[in-house]
């Protein structure tokens, strides 16, 4: 069973908006952050945006104004809404889940940024912004 399970991915035109989800099975996201990812061709994996289980969101300088991150535990899933889409937004977005990060807000700026401390990830969607 795939532990998270990204949807919302496509083709979309420069401007455009889309809407990704990430849907958690077999466990609760109540106390995970849950960041997206994004991987280009020829690139490394680079993190988008990210919100903690007391709601507090994190941005990368790339898409901070443009991209909103949001949840509902209820359907325990994480959505990120992109607007004003740009080709370099082109990748395949990933989502991951890191169980109740401890470190303060300050040290967390950086490192929810590190990949390697996520516990779970889902499979990615693809997300292409052309005309």
């Known amino acids: 069973e795939v532990p998270l399970v990204e949807s919302g991915g496509g083709l979309v035109q420069p401007e455009g908006s889309l809407r990704l989800s990430c849907a958690a099975s077999?466990?609760?996201?109540?106390?995970?952050?849950v960041a997206w990812f994004r991987q280009a061709p020829g690139k490394e994996r680079e993190g988008v945006s990210c919100?903690?289980?007391?709601?507090?969101?994190y941005y990368s300088d790339s898409v901070q104004g443009r991209f909103a991150i949001s949840r509902d535990n209820a359907k325990n899933t994480v959505y990120l809404q992109a607007n004003s889409l740009k080709p370099e937004d082109t990748a395949v977005y990933y989502c991951?889940?890191?169980?109740?990060?401890?470190?303060?807000?300050?040290?967390?700026?950086?490192?929810?940024?590190?990949?390697?401390?996520?516990?779970?990830w889902g499979q990615g969607t693809q997300v292409t912004v052309s005309s």
């Open positions: 991951a889940a890191d169980y109740a990060p401890s470190e303060g807000a300050s040290s967390y700026v950086v490192t929810w940024k590190w990949v390697r401390r996520y516990d779970y």
């Open positions: 077999g466990f609760s996201l109540d106390k995970y952050a």
């Open positions: 919100i903690k289980s007391d709601g507090s969101t």
